[in-house]
């Protein structure tokens, strides 16, 4: 695990609230231990959660029926993932442990990993979803913490522009810091923080009010 590890049921949550099924790339720039990528690629192969567990509880109920669970097994078929899963830190050490669990989750050839500071980092991509665990103030203070949502926002905005960004933090005055209005605010716990899971639709430009008139029959 990183310095603050998200929870796989949070982060599987998190992918699904954001509509992402594996039909677009998906990119993480603050990746972690790996975590958000690691779900996203679950998902998009459809593998069920636990699949690779030898073991679970409910196989020492007396009627618990080997012949079904196997079944059921069964009718989880991976399906064709044609997208990119995008995993980048700024530090290495994340990147080698996020890597680790990839593999270890046998989902590593899904995803490119790169070790790249969100504020440089290019990628070309459109029509795709962004998910970013940012700090909140646990790991950094002050200033330091208003530039990274500030950077934030400025990314998202001039580079990233066509796709569709999450950001979940529980700080609202540092996601004042982002500059950008949400379309959606989702109420989340990241353990027992209480946090909010933002939605901000990326567009080139201002967005454009379009008034519709309707006309008065005489």
């Known amino acids: 695990t990183g310095d603050a590890p998200l929870n796989e049921v949070l982060a599987a949550g998190m992918i ?3 509509g992402w099924k594996g039909e677009s790339d ?8 790996g975590t958000l990528p690691i779900e996203a690629a679950m998902i998009a192969k459809n593998i069920p959660p636990g699949k690779l567990r030898k073991s679970f509880a409910f196989m020492n109920w007396r009627d618990f029926d080997s012949e079904l669970f196997e079944k059921i097994k069964e009718e ?3 399906l064709p993932f044609n997208h990119t899963i995008h995993a980048s830190d700024l530090l290495a050490k994340n990147i080698i442990s996020a890597r680790t669990n990839a593999r270890n ?5 899904l995803i490119q990993f790169n070790v790249t500071d969100f504020g440089k980092l290019e990628l070309p991509l459109t029509d795709s979803v962004v998910i970013i665990n940012p700090p909140y103030g646990e790991r950094m203070t002050g ?3 208003n530039q990274l949502y500030s950077m934030v926002g400025e ?3 001039h580079h990233f522009a066509g796709n569709t960004a999450w950001v979940l933090s529980s700080s609202n005055e540092l996601i004042q810091k982002i500059g950008l209005k949400p379309s959606l605010k989702i109420k989340l716990f990241n353990g027992s923080l209480e946090c909010s899971f933002l939605k901000f639709d990326l567009f080139e430009g201002k967005r454009k009010l379009v008034v519709i008139r309707k006309q008065q029959k005489s």
């Open 16 to 18: 699904l609230l954001s």
């Open 26 to 33: 998906f990119l993480d720039p603050m990746c972690g231990s």
């Open 76 to 78: 989880a078929q991976p």
């Open 105 to 109: 989750a046998r989902v590593f050839n």
């Open 143 to 145: 200033s330091h913490l």
């Open 155 to 157: 990314r998202l905005k």
